[in-house]
């Protein structure tokens, strides 16, 4: 059983403004209220604040400009596709999305076996070049971790695999909504350097033309994920 957690007033907030673009209160490509305003609404702090507006901008729903201030997307998800934010950074529901993703991204690794070309094996690799790079600057670099999946599922040529990713992974990939490698005994670069020899061996399967062996690398590196998460939670209940 996982361990389960009062929901925090940043949560709140992030549902509050969720619900408030939702119903257009807050309009596609109008500004949010200043962070001031926020604070003397709702009574919180600003690292609240200024947690929630990130939650948003990771899910896809807002933009952030220093100095200038937070903006809703023009193409934000809409309402009836759209996963709750709300208590995303629980590890219940983190759980949760990667088994989502196990069952897209499977076949997506798959297919992307059978139809790529050079040109979307370089993208894929770029992704792998990328994380290195955070690696070695002592990053985190979730961008390149999206950028990764991302390429493969430009590389099944269905487009309805990069936009239900395109949506998907920002809000579920679990270093965006909790610190994964606290939870384990491992350091951010050694857990990095994990997730990108995983997806190294994507990689080589989707080079090889072998969507068994490409599906079989994807279930690894997302079922593992998701495995080691329940046993960290678990064993520190």
């Keep these: 059983m996982l361990v389960k957690r009062r ?11 969720t619900d408030r673009i939702d119903s257009g209160a807050f309009a596609r490509g109008s500004k949010l209220p200043t962070e001031q305003e926020l604070i003397n609404e709702f009574g919180v702090s600003r690292t609240v604040v200024r947690e929630a507006i990130s939650n948003l901008k990771a899910a896809g729903m807002v933009s952030a400009h220093q100095g200038i201030g937070a903006f809703v997307m023009e193409d934000a998800p809409p309402p009836s596709f759209r ?7 629980l590890i219940e529901e983190v759980v949760q999305g990667l088994e989502l993703r196990i069952g897209i ?33 002592g990053e985190g670099n979730i961008q390149a971790d999206m950028d990764f999946h991302l390429a493969i599922a430009r590389t099944t040529h269905n ?27 491992a350091s951010l670069s050694e857990y990095l350097t994990r997730i990108n020899s995983e ?11 072998d969507p068994d062996s490409a599906r079989a ?13 329940i046993q960290s939670a678990e064993a520190a209940a």
């Design 199 to 209: 997806h190294r061996q994507i990689l080589s399967a989707i080079r090889a033309h």
């Design 105 to 137: 991204e499977l076949e997506a690794a798959s297919l992307a076996a059978m139809r790529r070309t050079d040109e979307d094996l370089a993208g894929i690799a770029d992704a792998c070049k990328a994380m290195d790079r955070a690696i070695e600057a």
């Design 7 to 17: 929901e925090t007033l940043t949560t709140q907030l992030v549902r509050e403004l």
């Design 217 to 229: 690398a994807m279930r690894v590196h997302l079922a593992g994920s998701r495995d080691r998460l």
């Design 83 to 89: 996963i709750a934010t709300d208590n995303m950074q």
């Design 159 to 185: 487009p309805n695999f990069v936009n239900i990713f395109s949506y998907l992974g920002k809000v579920l990939i679990p270093r965006a909504r909790v610190p994964t490698h606290q939870y384990g005994s």
